[in-house]
């Protein structure tokens, strides 16, 4: 989008969404009113605020910002090499500036470098320090093969970065693709992480200020929508983005 076409649309926005809160992109720095969006599994779910209207950045990509700011704040302190597994084309720029080798791959897009399937990888053992998975652990048909394949290609040291939706105690497996998902993850994934990895540490949206907007503003029908699990509840809001720092 040009940059006359972005003050447009803020100017649009802060004319028309007036008394809404306004926040602050730590990615952008612009300030103001951030956009909802309608969740695609439901007309009647809406997420609050999640879109930055400067740089187009939702909850999960300002918290990875964050937590790379945090954790690994020098080029090179997660390692030299990284694959990135169904890439958002927003955060490629942002995870190619922190590391030597940055690798793409995914089983069905076509940008990628690699076309891999995170159920059972080429890959030798130990081929990366870093690997990158967003949002991706909901449509493999075998969950554990996934996060042991991770496991395998990390070099000793290494860290698996998983970002996901833990709406549920327990993973709801479909048995088939439902709206191109085997499954919603549940808390119990967690377990299977420990199970696999040397130490896995949870960072959750509450760790930053509020003013970023982090945490996943859920309404159904009109209404807040916030029976999740209390790992990740936020009463009267929704849920909290949690990204799991995996160590090998």
Same mark, same amino acid.
């Given at each position: 989008?040009?940059?006359?076409?972005?003050?447009?649309?803020?100017?649009?926005?802060?004319?028309?969404?007036?008394?809404?809160?306004?926040?602050?992109?730590?990615?952008?720095?612009?300030?103001?009113?951030?956009?909802?969006?309608?969740?695609?599994?439901?007309?009647?779910?809406?997420?609050?605020? +999640?879109?930055?209207? %400067?740089?187009?950045?939702? =909850? !999960? @990509? *300002?918290?990875?910002?964050?937590?790379?700011?945090?954790?690994?704040?020098?080029?090179?302190?997660?390692?030299?090499?990284?694959?990135?597994?169904?890439?958002?084309?927003?955060?490629?720029?942002?995870?190619?500036?922190?590391?030597?080798?940055?690798?793409?791959?995914?089983?069905?897009?076509?940008?990628?470098?690699?076309?891999?399937?995170?159920?059972?990888?080429?890959?030798?053992?130990?081929?990366?320090?870093?690997?990158?998975?967003?949002?991706?652990?909901?449509?493999?048909?075998?969950?554990?093969?996934?996060?042991?394949?991770?496991?395998?290609?990390?070099?000793?040291?290494?860290?698996?970065?998983?970002?996901?939706?833990?709406?549920?105690?327990? +993973?709801?497996?479909? %048995?088939?693709?439902?709206? =191109? !998902? @085997? *499954?919603?993850?549940?808390?119990?994934?967690?377990?299977?992480?420990?199970?696999?990895?040397?130490?896995?540490?949870?960072?959750?949206?509450?760790?930053?200020?509020?003013?970023?907007?982090?945490?996943?503003?859920?309404?159904?029908?009109?209404?807040?929508?916030?029976?999740?699990?209390?790992?990740?509840?936020?009463?009267?809001?929704?849920?909290?983005?949690?990204?799991?720092?995996?160590?090998?």
């Amino acid at each position: 989008m040009s940059p006359l076409k972005k003050t447009l649309r803020r100017l649009y926005y802060r004319l028309t969404a007036s008394g809404r809160p306004e926040f602050h992109c730590p990615i952008c720095g612009y300030r103001g009113i951030f956009k909802d969006k309608k969740l695609y599994m439901s007309d009647s779910l809406v997420r609050q605020y +999640t879109k930055c209207l %400067g740089c187009d950045s939702k =909850e !999960r @990509h *300002r918290m990875m910002h964050l937590l790379f700011g945090e954790f690994f704040p020098n080029k090179g302190d997660a390692g030299k090499r990284v694959l990135h597994i169904a890439p958002e084309t927003f955060m490629r720029p942002f995870f190619r500036e922190r590391f030597e080798t940055y690798h793409t791959a995914d089983l069905f897009m076509d940008d990628v470098d690699f076309k891999e399937d995170l159920q059972k990888m080429s890959f030798a053992d130990g081929s990366y320090d870093c690997v990158v998975v967003s949002r991706v652990l909901t449509c493999p048909p075998d969950l554990e093969a996934c996060i042991r394949e991770m496991r395998r290609i990390l070099a000793p040291g290494g860290v698996a970065i998983i970002a996901e939706i833990y709406g549920h105690e327990q +993973t709801v497996e479909f %048995g088939e693709f439902v709206g =191109e !998902r @085997h *499954r919603e993850i549940g808390v119990d994934a967690i377990d299977l992480y420990q199970k696999h990895f040397g130490r896995v540490d949870l960072v959750m949206s509450d760790r930053y200020p509020e003013e970023y907007q982090l945490h996943n503003r859920i309404l159904e029908n009109g209404k807040v929508k916030d029976d999740y699990p209390e790992l990740v509840r936020i009463p009267g809001v929704g849920f909290k983005d949690v990204v799991a720092l995996c160590r090998a």
